[in-house]
């Protein structure tokens, strides 16, 4: 039986950074144990996650390795933060979809599902679709337009991976009906979503019309099971994403169950998507 154990994302996340920093430098851990006076154990379990980091143990271990500016006090402050099973970030345009958090959670995830209402979902889009929906929202500016294309696009690359998560996306069928940049791009994007379902490790269905998951109407979010940590919620709002793993998890869990049962199956699914993507291939 594997033992899950109960770090937190925020406190993962330190951990990790904490790690980049030392293995940056070229330091092992025993070698920034011994110099700061502290145990390998205490070391080992702060770049895990496993043991709660102050702002003075933080500060220490950082200023050891070099890290200053902007970067030393945004991990001060991450130290500083309560961790309460609910972490919310602002976004920054700059940074966007490549979010440090998010890309951990699904480099080390063993499963995770996704559900998108509105929208065909982030890892799935094709360059033509991710251009066209920034320029619809007109959030996006043009300075930081390219460089958030590119950072969605790398994000993608964990699908190919040998030790790629078991992906599971559930696509509402409004999502795929509405257009996004014209029937161009959507017929190449119904074709993309029908090559990905080939794949072993991505499963795509499609909530039909008039099926809303029986625990309510929710927006767009993500679920990471991963093998030796809790469960971790992902939820973007306009300007912000929150990251939770703590008991509301269980109220997603209960979403996901409901739409595994009201969706199209795979089968199904790739019905529909060849027959949108005919409808689509169309002069427009």
Same mark, same amino acid.
């Given at each position: 039986m594997t033992l899950v154990r109960d770090a937190s994302v925020r406190a993962r996340e330190l951990g990790a950074a904490l790690k980049a920093a030392r293995s940056k430098v070229g330091f092992h851990g025993n070698e920034i144990a011994e110099r700061l006076g502290w145990s390998t154990s205490k070391v080992s379990r702060m770049e895990t996650g496993d043991r709660a980091c102050g702002k003075l143990d933080v500060a220490t271990y950082l200023a050891y390795c070099g890290v200053v500016g902007d970067e030393?006090?945004?991990?001060?402050?991450?130290?500083?933060?309560?961790?309460?099973?609910?972490?919310?970030?602002?976004?920054?345009?700059?940074?966007?979809?490549?979010?440090?958090?998010?890309?951990?959670?699904?480099s080390s995830a063993r499963t995770a599902h996704n559900y998108e209402p509105l929208a065909i979902p982030g890892l799935t889009q094709t360059e033509g679709y991710i251009r066209a929906l920034f320029r619809a929202g007109g959030m996006v500016s043009q300075e930081a337009f390219d460089s958030l294309v590119y950072a969605r696009l790398r994000r993608q690359r964990v699908l190919d991976r040998d030790d790629a998560p078991d992906f599971h996306f559930f696509v509402h069928e409004n999502a795929l009906r509405t257009q996004v940049g014209g029937p161009r791009v959507m017929h190449e994007q119904m074709l993309h979503l029908l090559l990905l379902g080939t794949q072993p490790n991505c499963r795509i269905r499609v909530a039909p019309r008039g099926v809303e998951p029986r625990t309510?109407?929710? @927006? =767009?979010?993500?679920?990471?099971? !991963?093998?030796?940590?809790? /469960?971790?919620?992902?939820?973007?709002?306009?300007?912000?994403?929150?990251?939770?793993? @703590? =008991?509301?998890?269980?109220?997603? !869990?209960?979403?996901?169950? /409901?739409?595994?049962?009201d969706a199209l199956s795979e089968e199904e699914s790739r019905s529909l998507l060849a027959r949108l993507a005919s409808d689509y291939d169309r002069p427009g």
């Open positions: 030393l006090a945004r991990l001060i402050d991450m130290a500083e933060e309560p961790d309460s099973g609910l972490w919310s970030q602002g976004l920054d345009e700059h940074v966007g979809d490549d979010l440090r958090t998010l890309v951990m959670l699904e309510g109407f929710v @927006g =767009p979010f993500a679920c990471y099971e !991963q093998a030796e940590y809790r /469960s971790v919620v992902y939820v973007e709002q306009l300007g912000a994403s929150t990251f939770l793993d @703590g =008991p509301p998890v269980e109220m997603y !869990q209960r979403v996901l169950a /409901s739409l595994a049962t």
